[in-house]
């Protein structure tokens, strides 16, 4: 069974907001990483890796005074757009962090928020399966009695034995279905008196909270309990 409307956290303006935000900056950071790998390739190039004055000479001997300065000019761009592309990397890294952070910050909120809202739908959900593991626990009981029945007025075991897995018997305390309610009871789903005599033993006792004691601080800085 779903819930009456399916969760989905971009219906929340703030969420959604942020977490376009996150992905436009992830798309920047690629963009950016991309140019750095692309003009490093650029600049490994024989060409590229000769000085000015080695690029001019060697364009002068080929009587190519004008292809030098284009490839003088075109290697300082890269090589300036490689520096601007360094720059900006490790503040786009540090933003993303920073907005990974506050989406999920957001998501913990919404989460709280879903979880509180729908608490009371689990305790009912959680309240009918042990409302149905208990009718059936009863027809399990039923079928193991009567096939007992059988053996203790014959001595000798005639029908299949059908139990459920290993769900075991109400009766028995360590049984699975036992220890299915002893939990129930323990997390806050059953009152300790909804459950067979027999189990409430079982149920941890809750211990009471502590008692902060009170503070003051002194004008020396130094913290001291009051009662």
Request: with cysteine.
């Amino acid at each position: 069974m779903k819930t009456e409307h399916a969760i989905n956290l971009n219906d929340d303006p703030k969420f959604a907001e942020a977490s376009t935000l996150l992905e436009k900056l992830k798309a920047e950071l690629k963009a950016v990483e991309d140019l750095v790998d692309k003009n490093y390739l650029a600049l490994s190039e024989p060409a590229m890796r000769r000085s000015k004055i080695e690029e001019q000479a060697h364009a002068m001997l080929a009587g190519q005074s004008d292809a030098a300065l284009k490839d003088i000019a075109e290697a300082s761009r890269i090589r300036a757009e490689l520096e601007s592309a360094q720059l900006k990397r490790p503040a786009l890294h540090r933003a993303i962090e920073i907005q990974r952070q506050t989406v999920e910050n957001i998501r913990a909120e919404l989460h709280n928020k879903i979880c509180r809202e729908l608490a009371p739908k689990h305790a009912e959900l959680v309240r009918e399966i042990v409302k149905r593991l208990i009718d059936l626990d009863a027809a399990l009981t039923a079928e193991a009695d009567l096939r007992d029945e059988i053996f203790q007025g014959t001595g000798l075991h005639g029908l299949t034995p059908m139990p459920v897995g290993n769900l075991g018997l109400l009766r028995y305390e360590y049984s699975v279905t036992a220890s299915y309610l002893i939990e129930c009871a323990t997390r806050g789903f059953l009152k300790k008196s909804e459950l067979p005599e027999h189990l409430r033993g079982r149920v941890p006792s809750q211990e009471p909270a502590k008692a902060i004691p009170n503070q003051r601080v002194d004008s020396d800085g130094w913290l001291h309990a009051t009662a």
